[in-house]
């Protein structure tokens, strides 16, 4: 069974930093497409960055330029560097993983992704 797991989430100051973690069993992180989702009080489920079939990243919008993607295979984990973080980027923020080959912005769709995490919340002050 696949289980994804979250840690990294905490309360920082806007313009600080955070990492966000995601332990992956149950299968080989190599063999999925992955990414980061957020959800805000009363606001849809958005993708925020993600890692593709290929090993390309993909970032929203929103978080280009301050947010990087990255995996470790080795340690089957997925992380999320976040930098210059805003109140805006308040949210819990969701390990996904999926299945079989994909690629592109495709990866940034919430339906795209066959399994989830818990969530870490991260709380970011003005």
């Known amino acids: 069974q696949v289980h994804l797991v979250e840690s990294g989430g905490g309360s920082v100051q806007s313009g600080g930093s955070l990492r966000l973690s995601c332990a992956v069993s149950?299968?080989?992180?190599?063999?999925?497409?992955m990414g980061w989702f957020r959800q805000a009080p009363g606001k849809e489920r958005e993708g925020v960055a993600a890692?593709?079939?290929?090993?390309?990243?993909i970032y929203a919008d929103s978080v280009k330029g301050r947010f990087t993607i990255s995996k470790d295979n080795a340690k089957n984990t997925l992380y999320l560097q976040m930098n210059s973080l805003k109140p805006e980027d308040t949210a819990m923020y969701y390990c996904?993983?999926?299945?079989?080959?994909?690629?592109?912005?495709?990866?940034?769709?919430?339906?795209?992704?066959?399994?989830w995490g818990k969530g870490t919340l991260v709380t970011i002050s003005p």
């Open positions: 149950g299968y080989t992180a190599s063999g999925y497409y």
């Open positions: 996904a993983a999926g299945p079989g080959y994909r690629s592109g912005a495709y990866c940034l769709a919430a339906y795209a992704m066959g399994y």
């Open positions: 890692i593709d079939s290929d090993g390309s990243a």
